[in-house]
């Protein structure tokens, strides 16, 4: 469950980093009613390509923690197993 929240919140990022103006555009017409009369500055759009690039490398950090995780715990599982008793 986590990894799939982590990976929707990648593609979410990296979309918004490839298509900042796509993206705001869209949380424009979904956040505000009159949606026509809200014009964004300039400076909107690279921070919303900055934003998408932040959330895109944090979801794929937590990935790899995920994933490097489950390796060391399942080698620590069979290191466990394989031990004779003493």
Known sequence: MKA???LVAGI???IEAVAPRRAVALWT???YRNAGEAE???WVYAAAKAEGA???AGALVG???LATAS???SEADEADA???PA
């Open 82 to 84: 394989t031990e004779t």
């Open 63 to 65: 990935l790899f923690r």
């Open 29 to 31: 017409r979904a956040l």
């Open 54 to 56: 932040l959330v895109a």
């Open 40 to 42: 964004p500055r300039d």
């Open 4 to 6: 799939l929240l982590l």
């Open 12 to 14: 979410g990022g990296l």
């Open 71 to 73: 390796d060391e715990e």
